[in-house]
């Protein structure tokens, strides 16, 4: 069993280093009771992730982060999943919220992360007040309590 997680960056920076991207994954995974899965976490520009968001949620204009989760045979499969998050536009949200640019990309982590894990929450009100969203508050709280991010 294993948490296998690989971060590309395909020449975008980041406030967050990939290995810190790792260590996010898998502690929310293990949270999360997962002890064996496969997750690429690829950072994109707003060119990309604006693609990515109209050819696979049918959204014009570029979005925080985008989660691919697929779908597992039996419960003893590998959760497998991709995650496409976008560092300038979680700096953009981060300055509108008062948050650091790492806290916030390590938001988008775990929230990606609990959307390949099957997890969703309403679009519009009650977002932040979902049974997802508090879970990955909780979490995110946690995981820049134990580390800067």
């Known amino acids: ?23 996010i994954v898998q502690a929310t995974l293990r949270s999360e009771k997962v002890r064996n899965a496969l997750v690429s976490v690829t950072l994109v520009d ?15 204009g570029p979005t925080d982060v985008i989660s691919f989760g697929f779908t597992r045979t039996s419960p003893k499969d590998p959760v497998i999943g991709d995650i496409y998050i976008c560092p300038a536009v979680a700096a953009e949200n981060a300055r509108a919220h008062g948050q650091s640019v790492r806290r916030e990309l390590a938001r988008l982590v775990v929230h990606g992360t609990l959307h ?11 977002r932040e007040s979902s049974p997802m969203w508090r879970r990955q508050e909780r979490l995110v709280a946690r995981l820049t309590r134990a580390s800067s991010a």
């Open 116 to 126: 390949v894990l099957g997890h969703d929450h309403p679009v519009g009100d009650g």
């Open 46 to 60: 707003k060119r990309t992730i604006a693609r990515l968001n109209k050819e696979h949620v049918g959204h014009a």
């Open 1 to 23: 069993m294993s948490l296998d997680v690989d971060v590309s960056t395909v020449g975008t920076r980041t406030a967050l280093a990939k290995s810190r991207i790792v260590g």
